[in-house]
Every structure is written in C-alpha cells, then in structure tokens.
C-alpha cells in the first residue's frame, strides 16, 4: 500500500538528488566491494538564504533505504522506517548531538566558502556524505566528502586519517588533526558500526532481503523517425546494485549508442533499469541478435534475454503466392458459376410438358 509523501519525504528526495555525482559514484563503489558489504550513509544539506526548506537537513540510509531523518527545526532524528510506526533506533539523543556539532561544522565551513568565492548573496548549498562500510562484520571504509553548490571540496579518509582538499583553509594543522582523529575514532566510528549493525539485525527482512529481476528485450518503431527501438528492461528486483549490458551479436554496444541507464524505484520498494538501442532499417535487414545481460545478488549467474529481427520476406516469393491465390480464386469462381448454371438447366429439363385446349388441360 503507498504511502502519501509528506514534507520530509520530499526533503529527503531533494537531498539524494543534490548530492554530486562524484560523491554518488563513491557511495556507490562502496555497495559493489563485496557481496557481503552493507553501509550506512549520513546525506546532510546545508541552506545559505531565504528558502523553504530548513537550514540543515538530514537522511540516514542502510544501503540505499532512509531510515532515519533530521532537520533544524525539529532538532532530533525521527524514524523513516514506514514498516515500523514510530520506531527509532537507539542512540538518537546521541546521534542528535552529532547533528548539532554537523551544523555548527558545516556552517563554519560553508561561511569560509561563500567568502572565497565572494558568493555572499542568494541561495548556496553546502553538502556532505559520510560512510561507513561493514565487509564481513570488518569495517571495510570510513570516510566523508564535502561539496559546494554541487562541486566536490572536500574528502576524508577516517580509516587512514587523510585528507584531500581544494581549499587551503580547510588543511588543518596538527592540533586539529589530533581533534579531528580522536572525534572520528573514538564517537563517530563506533557510533556508526553500532547503528549499521543494530538496522541489519532488527529489519533485516527489510534490508538484506534479495528480490530476482524479470529481465526482457522489447522492440518498438519510433513514431518520427521510423527506427526500431531495442530496449533492455530489468524490474522487481532488490536491492539497487545492479549490472546491466546490451549486447550485439555478443560484443557490448558502447554507451554512446545507448540511451537510458538510470536504476528508478517501482511502487513496491524494487528498482527497474532500462537501457535502450535505436536501430535502423538497414541494420535490421544485417539481422544482428541482440542479447540483455544482466547480474545481481540474487541470482548466481548472469540473466541472459535475447531478440533477433525476423527475416525479411522475399518480394518475389510474395508475389508469386498473391498470383497463385488470385488464379485459385478466380477457378474457384468459375467452377461455382459453372456447377450453379449446369443446375439449372438440369432443372428445365426435368419439369414435365403441359399442354393447354379450348377448355381443357391435359
């Protein structure tokens, strides 16, 4: 049954969409290490000027399900877990602690850009993504990247203790780094293993569950161009990771062919993935055979669909079965008009003479 979207669904959309690609790209890397890593990420927003939305914002996800968010003006983290009402996790007056030094961090870091870029005025953005990332109940990564108005500035490694910036102003020096360390190591570690693991254990139904894709290969003519449209479809399945590749007589198309690509939620909780090849005329009469590949973590082998054009009909072969049913046809109707007036005459011949007199029939 679906859920109406209320205010901090909405929120929590826009901050997922904000996120940089490179920082997604990295988040990402993270689910595919190994088939048995899980993560938790802090997705925070930070708002410089008038808007709608409230200065910070919040959601923390297990792997790619929030769980959990936050904003400045309720000030504490609520459950986004709609399959358990009103539920949250334990910790949270810690976690809220967090959030706030979160704020006080990013506002400071994102003062410091504005004035670098000499950006005082209007709307600006300040992003950020910490991870961290369980293989095998070992933590595989930790780290944290920063951005502003969509635009990497900042990562950390909380694992190694490095750190790689573009802006000066944020290196630190030795006392900070020792500040720095001790917080990540001593807090926010082990604040975010106890989180991970404690989600996975209480909603592992929910999180670690695996639903197979149902993979086809569909064909349609494009209305303007008269092309054929070949398109690689995988829906139903869970969770989001997912490989997916469109091949040509088995060699992959390159990806400047392709369009789509993008992994979209159903209703359900699954994910679809549509990729999509626009093939010309000539290119069908080739008759390539076009093969959909697709691996996830709840098959062991690849899901392999394949489609090939149908040969084109041979245009004498046509017409000379078009001939032979007009000539069929025509003796059909020649033998009925035939049989029906051989009837009849028959019938003439048959029926008696009558003869007629003065007054009298004979």
């Given amino acids: 049954m679906f859920r109406r979207r209320t205010s901090r669904d ?64 309720i000030k504490k983290f609520v459950s986004r877990r709609h399959w358990r009402k009103n539920d949250t996790i334990q910790e949270t007056h810690l976690r ?12 400071k870091e994102l003062f410091i850009l504005m004035k670098k870029c000499n950006e005082t005025e209007g709307v600006h953005i300040f992003q950020g993504v910490a991870a961290c990332d369980l293989e095998n109940e070992t ?33 630190w020096n030795e006392e900070k780094g020792n500040q720095r360390k001790a917080i990540f190591t001593n807090m926010y570690q082990p604040l ?3 989180t991970l693991r404690r989600y996975l254990q209480e909603d592992k139904n929910i999180l670690l569950r695996k639903e197979r894709p149902r993979v086809r290969v569909i064909q349609k003519t494009e209305p303007h161009s008269g092309r054929t449209q070949v398109s690689c ?15 040509r007589d088995d060699r992959p198309v390159p990806d400047r062919e392709l369009t789509g690509g993008e992994v979209l939620p159903n209703g359900d909780g699954t ?8 093939v010309s005329e000539e290119e069908l009469r080739e008759r390539h055979r076009y093969t959909c590949t697709v691996s996830h973590l709840s098959v062991d082998n690849k899901l392999d669909v394949s489609w090939e054009p149908e040969a084109p009909a041979d245009p004498v072969l ?24 051989r009837r009849h005459i028959g019938r003439q011949n048959d029926r008696p003479a009558v003869r007629y007199t003065a007054g009298q029939t004979e």
Avoid: W
């Fill in 271 to 278: 994910y679809q993935l549509r990729r999509s090849l626009s």
């Fill in 10 to 73: 909405i929120v929590s959309s826009i901050i997922i969409m904000k996120v940089p690609a490179v920082v997604l790209l990295i988040l990402g890397s993270v689910h595919l290490v190994s088939t048995e890593s899980n993560c938790l990420s802090l997705l925070s927003m930070l708002i410089s000027g008038e808007t709608q939305l409230p200065e910070l914002t919040i959601v923390v996800m297990i792997n790619d399900v929030p769980v959990e968010y936050y904003d400045s003006d």
């Fill in 233 to 247: 479809v995988a829906t139903g399945f869970y969770p989001r990771r997912v490989n997916m590749t469109l091949l």
């Fill in 318 to 341: 046509i017409s000379a079965v078009l001939i032979a049913v007009l000539v069929l046809t025509a003796l059909i109707i020649t033998a009925i008009v035939l049989c029906r007036r």
């Fill in 192 to 194: 975010c293993v106890r």
């Fill in 139 to 171: 933590l595989g990564k930790f780290f944290v990247v920063e951005a502003f108005d969509g635009e990497e500035k900042y990562q950390y490694d909380a694992l190694t203790h490095t750190q790689n910036t573009l802006v000066p102003e944020f290196v």
């Fill in 96 to 107: 809220n602690d967090v959030a706030l030094h979160i704020h006080n961090s990013m506002k």
